[in-house]
């Protein structure tokens, strides 16, 4: 079992957590900060990381358009029902435009 965060998850408290209830942490790296990543080779070594990273992009992805073109940064309406379809309607939106656009790759598919 593997658990995919970003770079704000890459922490010793977080990793070591994961650890011990049995989990493998697929947090990204943050090199960055003062002491290094909290991962080390135990998990970077594996191919399965690596895809794991690639996949957590794609993910990434689709809320930054949910966010940036169905206007989901700033919602207007209140309550779990009324958001709860504005995030489903949004995401058969992004499901759409994803079909349209595999369409215009590959204009053979009937």
């Known amino acids: 079992m593997t658990a995919g965060a970003d770079k704000g998850y890459d922490t ?7 650890r ?5 942490p697929h947090v990204a790296r943050n090199t960055g900060r003062r002491g290094g990543s909290a991962l080390d080779a135990r998990t970077t070594r594996h191919p399965g990381y690596a895809v794991s ?6 993910i990434e992805e689709c809320f930054g358009w ?3 073109v ?9 309550g779990l029902p009324k958001v ?5 309607f949004a995401a058969a939106a992004y499901k759409l ?3 349209r656009n595999l369409r215009q790759l590959s204009p053979q598919i009937a």
């Open 12 to 18: 010793a408290e977080f990793v070591a957590e994961c």
């Open 20 to 24: 011990h209830l049995g989990v493998t």
């Open 53 to 58: 990273q690639r996949k957590r992009k794609r």
């Open 66 to 68: 949910l966010k940036d």
């Open 70 to 78: 169905a206007l989901l940064c700033k919602l207007r309406h209140r």
């Open 84 to 88: 709860g379809w504005i995030f489903t």
């Open 97 to 99: 435009v994803g079909m």
